[in-house]
């Protein structure tokens, strides 16, 4: 969504600290997200970037030594306020993982469970529909509308993701968390999704977590580099790529890291 | 080039002979335009066919930059600073190619020039082509320096030799006026005052690849000009 020509802020994190115990794992994040664009978090391995990526449909409460602080304001609700129904959330905010993790069910099970869950289907009719466009948008209807029934941990590594996609769109979320979502693809499989994160973004607000330069280049378009717990730089992500502030983003997306 | 060395060595080396490759062939240019001076404006035919004949290295560096280029992006998906080592490396070897060739193409004319040159006209060309040889020297230290004020400068300076063009090619005229048999090395000279002039414009080009090489950004503002058609006299 644009208002005047720049894009509305969906996400914006303020003062954002994050401890597991005693150690620390996020110092002082302050990020906007914008709406309808996909933002890609870099950073070498440990640095806070999946941290933060779950900061935002409060997954770390699961990690019982997990302690956030600072705001995370989405549609102008802070999700860290003790009021926060956090299923509701997760409703809003879906989640995509580096390992396809299809339910042990059919495909169409696996896309139905959100939907009944949440209560957003009133008869069989609507919930084929709500499969069917899912399964669509997910570009994986065309492959597999034959064998809805079939359990979906048979299809292919690429498939399974568009799966996984598939059900985290079914709940109609707002925003789509996605933590390294191709790492485990081939090429092909990887450009199937990179394109389908593109058609997304018009419905969606997407974040991704990818240790592929190339791949935040291709698909976002807003950049965020972190480095030890910090965010270090954040930006347009052609910026980024052509001309970073920051030299550490500099010698990190070029190769030249210690 | 950063400060930092890249993880991946043999990258590193890429970059580095490619930046080695952009040197050699500016200093290349530099003698070639030095010769092709020495010899219209001492009438030496030596050193006149050694720059036709040298032509030809300068050319292949660009080949060999081409493909460094071509490899770098295709096997190494330069970033950052890396990119912009890599696309004005081929931007700039595009432009001393076209160097090289005018110069070539000054000797030829050289070549074919009468002995006695009046003069006047061969102080107005020296007084072009010494300025332009500045600027080419002056683009290529800031490259080595990946100095973006130096190029700021030389990019500035390329309005002087616009001037001096102008002043050239008239006494050139003038010449070509005085008297019907001075046509022939008259028009020579007019194409080899251009040729300076146009080695000056793509030291200007050089000039801007590397201001936006160092800084990311490109040099803004109205590039100086101070051509305009030139109005002799009469019409």
């Known amino acids: 969504m644009k208002k005047n020509g720049v894009n509305m802020i969906k ?21 906007e997200i914008e709406e309808n664009q996909v933002t890609a978090l870099i950073g070498p391995s440990g640095c806070g970037k999946s941290t933060f990526l779950r900061c935002l449909n ?53 896309i139905s469970y959100g939907p009944t869950i949440h209560g957003m289907a009133q008869s069989k009719q609507e919930m084929d529909e709500i499969v069917e466009t899912s399964l669509k948008k997910a570009a994986l209807w065309e492959e597999v509308k034959d064998r809805l029934h079939e359990p979906g941990t048979g299809l292919s590594g690429g498939q399974q993701q568009r799966l996984c996609i598939a059900r985290a769109i079914s709940v109609q979320p707002e925003v789509i968390l996605m933590d390294e979502p191709c790492s485990a693809l081939d090429p092909i499989a990887t450009a199937q999704i990179e394109e389908l994160i593109d058609e997304l973004k018009k419905e969606h607000t997407i974040i991704i977590v990818t240790h592929s330069m190339a791949q935040a280049a291709r698909v976002s378009q807003n950049t965020g580099f972190f480095h030890l717990g910090e965010l270090i730089e954040h930006g347009s992500t052609d910026k980024i790529f052509k001309n970073p502030e920051n030299n550490k983003t500099q010698d990190y997306i070029t190769g030249r890291f210690g | 080039m950063s400060e930092a060395t890249h993880t991946v060595k043999s990258y590193e080396e890429e970059l580095q002979s490619l930046n080695k490759n952009i040197i050699k062939m500016g200093v290349s240019c530099e003698e070639a335009l030095g010769k092709a001076i020495i010899a219209i404006t001492t009438r030496d035919s030596e050193n006149a066919e050694t720059v036709i004949k040298n032509d030809e290295k300068i050319d292949k560096f660009e080949t060999l930059i081409e493909q460094q280029v071509v490899n770098l992006i295709a096997l190494r998906q330069p970033m950052a600073i890396d990119l912009r080592e890599t696309v004005t490396a081929l931007k700039i070897s595009s432009d001393l190619e076209r160097i090289g060739d005018l110069a070539k193409n000054i000797s030829k004319r050289t070549l074919l020039l009468n002995e006695n040159l009046p003069k006047n006209l061969v102080e107005a060309l020296v007084r072009v082509s010494t300025n332009v040889q500045k600027q080419l020297k002056s683009v290529l230290d800031a490259y080595l320096d990946r100095s973006s004020s130096m190029a700021v400068n030389v990019w500035e300076n390329d309005e002087q030799i616009d001037e001096l063009t102008n002043l050239c090619m008239q006494e050139v005229i003038k010449y070509l006026k005085e008297h019907e048999s001075n046509l022939d090395d008259g028009t020579h000279l007019l194409f080899v005052t251009k040729n300076i002039e146009r080695i000056g414009d793509h030291t200007t080009n050089i000039a801007e690849q590397i201001y936006y090489l160092v800084e990311g950004e490109y040099l803004e503002g109205d590039r100086p000009k101070g051509t305009e058609p030139i109005v002799t006299g009469e019409k």
Do not use: H, W
Request: hydrophobic share 40%.
């Open chain 1, 11 to 31: 996400i914006s994190a303020k003062n954002v600290d994050v401890f597991y115990g005693k150690k620390q794992a996020l110092f002082n994040i302050n990020l």
């Open chain 1, 58 to 110: 409060r997954m770390n409460d699961v990690i019982d030594i997990c302690n956030v602080q600072g705001e995370i304001v989405i549609n102008d609700f802070n999700i860290n306020d003790k009021g926060c129904d956090v299923v509701r959330l997760r409703e809003k905010i879906g989640m995509v993982f580096q390992k396809p993790n299809p339910f042990p069910k059919t495909l169409y099970e696996n």
